[in-house]
Structure formats: structure tokens, C-alpha cells
């Protein structure tokens, strides 16, 4: 593959990253509104779950991003441990929490949207030259990337 087209691939995936992430950030801040607004709605969770659900994966997905972005040494491995986890932990929900028919109707379409993500950030992240990129910019400066 290119050397640009790597770039490009890696820099996709941070803002793909990045987004997810702030619409995770979006969605704890919605669940606190909605909390407020409907507190009697019956619901399988509380919004306390849902909003520390957004706001955890937001952050930590953030984090990813600007590792990514700032090519640190740490943004790759966790990028990758942590899109596995979150995507891990929304099929525990889906499984454990959905009360539906048309959340069971669009689990197909869900595992199908799952799995090229996954694909996506695995094959952007989990190549050699892409490890060799991110340890290229800080040779030299490892007591600052402990």
C-alpha cells in the first residue's frame, strides 16, 4: 500500500474515532436532559446507566483519538482495545437490555454496521508500517510517552 493512502487510512480512523466519540459525549448529556424531563418513564435501565455509558465511552474513545491524531506510540493499542470493548459492550446491551421487536428487527443490520467497524479500525491499525509510523515519531523521545 502507498504511503499516502496509509496516512489518509490512519487519519480516517481518527475522525471516525473522534466521532463516535463525541456522539457518545452527546448521548450521556441527552440521557441527563431526558432524565430530568421524563423521570417516571419506564424503562429496562436508568438513565444514569445510559448517560455513564456515553460519557465513559466518550471519554475513553477521545482519548483514543488524540492518540491517533498526536501519533503517540499508546493511541494504536488502545484505539484497538478500545473499539473492540465498546462495540463488546453495546452487543451486551443489545442482548441483555433490549425490550423491542424492533430492536430484535435490526440486530442484522446492527452486527453488519458492528463488524465493519471493527473491520475498518482492525485493518487501518493492526499493520506493521502503520506501528512503524507511530514509533518513527517518537524515537528518540520515550521518557516522554511512558
Known amino acids: 500500500m502507498r504511503a499516502s493512502f496509509r496516512k489518509r487510512l490512519f487519519t480516517a480512523t481518527a475522525w471516525l474515532i473522534l466521532a463516535i466519540s463525541l ?26 446507566y445510559l448517560a455513564g455509558m456515553g460519557f465513559f465511552w466518550g471519554v475513553v474513545l477521545g482519548i483514543s483519538a488524540v492518540g491517533l491524531f498526536r501519533r503517540r506510540p499508546w493511541g494504536r493499542p488502545l484505539t484497538l482495545a478500545a473499539a473492540t470493548l465498546y462495540q463488546a459492550h453495546v452487543w451486551l ?27 475498518f479500525v482492525w485493518v487501518a491499525l493492526w499493520r506493521r508500517t502503520t506501528t512503524k509510523d507511530t514509533k518513527d515519531c517518537h524515537e528518540g523521545h520515550k521518557d516522554l510517552f511512558l
Request: hydrophobic share 50%; charged share 20%.
Open 23 to 48: 456522539a457518545n459525549l452527546g448521548r450521556g448529556v441527552m440521557a441527563l436532559r431526558y432524565a430530568r424531563l421524563l423521570p417516571d418513564l419506564p424503562m429496562t435501565v436508568p438513565w444514569e
Open 93 to 119: 446491551n443489545h442482548l441483555l437490555l433490549d425490550a423491542s421487536d424492533y430492536a430484535r428487527q435490526t440486530r442484522p443490520r446492527d452486527l453488519l454496521l458492528s463488524l465493519l467497524f471493527l473491520a
